[in-house]
């Protein structure tokens, strides 16, 4: 079965330090994984989305995520963070064959001036 | 291309009442899921459409109901409401089924009092 741990509910960073926000999967078969971020009131926008054709998947706003298959890890990161990246972001996994998509609980990030 | 859309954006009901929610996809795209959103219990998956039919349902009462027309375009609705009902309901569509990037429309926002 497949699942999705975001392990940290909540993250806070200086602007301009690097980011990290840790994602663990679990899936049986081929998984995709995204990531989305949510501002306040917002739908979910996609920041990158891995199907293995790359280990290392460049996202939107300078975000990036590493598939790691022997940790079962697809963490997000970006150099320096911006004030506008505070938001919500969701680590999402579907497996092949499954047409289901699994969502994290969610890692709110604050970015402090 | 138009991004997803959802109408209404608010929306205020009584206990009791019911609720009609709608969902225009992006153009071409087949498959429209819905989840609701509560600071409680996070994205939860309602159900997910294709083609006119029914594919995938979650863990939801009997009360939450949706279909999707020849256009694709869903609606969702939601009988007898309850204070609990209370959340953000995101619709998504993809072009077909199976691991696809989920496009995610802005919400409704649906508060019951």
């Known amino acids: 079965a497949q699942s999705v741990t975001q392990l940290d509910s909540h993250v806070s960073v200086s602007e301009g330090t690097p980011v990290l926000l840790r994602c663990n999967y679990s899936s049986s078969y081929s998984p995709s994984l995204f990531w989305y971020v949510q501002h306040p009131n917002k739908g979910l926008q996609l920041l990158l989305k891995y199907t293995s054709a790359a280990t290392l998947v460049k996202g939107i706003n300078g975000f990036e995520a590493e598939f790691k298959k022997s940790e079962t890890s697809f963490h997000l990161t970006k150099p320096s963070a911006h004030m506008s990246d505070a938001a919500e972001y969701f680590c999402?996994?579907?497996?092949?064959?499954?047409?289901?998509?699994?969502f994290g609980t969610g890692t709110r990030l604050k970015v402090l001036a | 291309k138009a991004g997803v859309t959802q109408t209404p954006r608010y929306l205020i009901k009584t206990r009791g009442q019911q609720v009609t929610l709608s969902c225009s996809p992006i153009?071409?795209?087949?498959?429209v899921s819905w989840y609701q959103q509560t600071p409680g219990q996070g994205l939860q998956f309602l159900f997910e459409?294709?083609?006119?039919?029914?594919?995938n349902k979650g863990n939801f009462p009997g009360r939450f109901s949706g279909r999707q027309f020849s256009n694709s375009r869903s609606e969702m609705n939601v009988s007898t409401l309850e204070l609990g009902d209370s959340a953000l309901y995101l619709c998504?569509?993809?072009f077909g089924r199976g691991q696809e990037t989920q496009y995610f429309g802005p919400g409704t926002r649906l508060l019951v009092l």
């Open positions: 999402v996994v579907s497996e092949s064959g499954t047409y289901k998509y699994i």
């Open positions: 459409y294709f083609s006119e039919t029914q594919r």
């Open positions: 998504a569509s993809t």
């Open positions: 153009s071409g795209h087949r498959s």
